[in-house]
């Protein structure tokens, strides 16, 4: 998958598809404890374009873009970053690298299943 598509799925996973359908709850609460944050960056894409941060706070889940030191860092190709947030990679697959309890990410994948 070309980057820069790669990344806009990673986009647009990360801030609507996973996220609450039809007025149902946030699942990806149940991946993130409060207070935990997940950081996502593509190293293949222009600078501002591959980083996202997802947190969970008392109002709830937040996806922005940004550089942040999170409770989990996911770093890797886009293409491969999406195949594991799409749980088509598994995420201990060494085009990734994770930084934090794998734990974590395992919560995450699993409260976000496709």
Known sequence: IA???????IDEWLTVLSGPSDGGPDLRAAGLADGESLHVHAVDVPEGQG???VS?????ITVRRAHEKASLALRGGASDLLLVLAQRLPPDDPAVTVHGDPALLHR??????F
């Open 51 to 53: 980083e996202w941060l």
């Open 108 to 113: 995450w994948l699993a409260a976000t299943r």
């Open 3 to 9: 980057a820069d598509v790669a990344a806009d799925g």
């Open 56 to 60: 969970h706070d008392p109002a709830g």
